[in-house]
């Protein structure tokens, strides 16, 4: 190991820093497996436990199946940036264009109420998540995000949004980022441990009676009837699909949403002294306003837990073991930590581990329900799914109760994304668009111009 840097991937520091045991699930289902349930819900990361939670909340008396394919947490949900944020793939202006702006500004606030709200059930349930609600940085280091940020600050402002631009001074304030030109900051984010946060949600259900099986892999859902590996049958009155990334392991669903790796790395932790050079006092999240996606946060035991997009698409959306180790990306997201902040030296870092988040083909969340079937599902989080997934979950509760609400009105339920182009175009398309960012952000570095590959990175990712 050179410089202190592991060349293999671990497990994700939130798994080793968690109280519960970080295996990689049991071989075989843990818990009682019934015949029959009021709910069952397939998936054990945020979306499945949160719509569990609400629902016993609403109705204690409710059989509620939460069954989950390793150990909870074991998807994106134990994987993640710790970002309970309010901020949302999809523009305000693209909502508004298809649903206008009064729905726009609705799903927004109802955003930014989840931040508080994950911060409430917390609090109240002793979920030992470390909720902090420090707010977002988005650091902008070329004139190309400056001009970025600022033109994201104003249109923020458009919408009632407190989202506002911070002068390079202002912003070392709270972050001693090399190369800072200014930065947007957002009150409506925290940070949390993502495993702690999980593993309390499980607990909560458990402690309002909801069984939540581990080990229980699904291979098919559908007419009120949930069919798992070892060929057991659970009929459910109602069934929720909180797959994520894994949602096209099930049968016709494999175009619906399409897996992403996201990696990350993370130092020792830093002193005191240390810290006192880097900021984040107020343990703000921070990112910046690259076309590659870079995420970080100083952890509840005061590492640098920071992550990245990067890592290819995988033919057929796969999603294996392997894919979860890219020593490539592993050391590009360590140069550009060290580089991004130099004051720390050769810092040592600790852990490396990556996870597939989903991705809808027009990048945006949703929340469905059939009526006639009683099936939910919610995801397509593109990353920004810790507060989401809370949303997601009591607005699923309210459907399965047949309760009209204003979380049932909202833009994101019934929307439906188009379906993924069928290989080879779905992995030339993904990887082409990985290859453009790249390119696009290298371009703005060494001209300091908005790069000429942006048009193009938009129609790549067009919404």
Known sequence: ??????????????????????????????????QLADVVVVGGGYTGLWTAYYLLRARPALDVLVLEAEHVGFGASGRNGGWV???????????ARRTGRTAALAQLAALRDTVDEVGRVDTEEGLGSGFVKGGALLVARTPAQERRARAEAAHATSWGQDTVWLDAARSRERLELAGTHGATFTPHCARVHPRRLVDGLAAAVRRLDGRVVEGARV?????????????????????????EGWTGSLPGLARRVVPVYSLMVATEPLSEEQWG???????????????????????????LAFGGRGA??????????????????????????????????DIRFTHAWGGPLGI??????????????????????????????????????????GRSSPLTELPWVGHRSPRWEPEPLRWLGLNAGLQVARLADREELVTGAPARLGPVLARLTAQ
């Open 1 to 34: 190991m050179a410089g202190g840097t592991p060349r293999s991937a671990t497990e994700p520091l939130w798994w080793d820093t968690a109280a519960a045991p970080s295996s990689t699930g049991p071989t075989r289902p843990r818990g009682a497996l019934p």
């Open 85 to 95: 944020s309010s901020l949302w793939p999809v523009s305000a202006d693209t909502i």
């Open 277 to 303: 050079r880097v900021g984040l006092a107020a343990r703000e999240v921070f990112a910046d306003h690259g076309h590659v996606v870079i995420y970080g946060q100083r952890t509840d035991d005061g590492r």
């Open 312 to 345: 290819p698409y995988h033919w057929g959306s796969a999603v294996r073991p392997e894919f979860d180790h890219e020593e490539r990306v592993f050391a590009a997201l360590r140069a550009t930590l060290r580089a991004l902040l130099p004051q720390l030296g």
């Open 219 to 243: 291979t098919r859902a559908s007419d009120g009837v949930v069919v798992l590996e070892n060929g057991h049958r659970v009929s459910a009155r109602t069934t929720v699909l909180a797959t």
């Open 360 to 401: 809808a083909r027009d990048w945006h969340p949703s929340v469905s329900w059939d009526p006639v079937s009683r099936t939910g599902r919610a995801g397509g989080y593109v990353g920004d799914g810790v507060a989401a997934s809370n949303l997601a979950g009591r607005t699923l509760a309210d459907l399965a109760l």
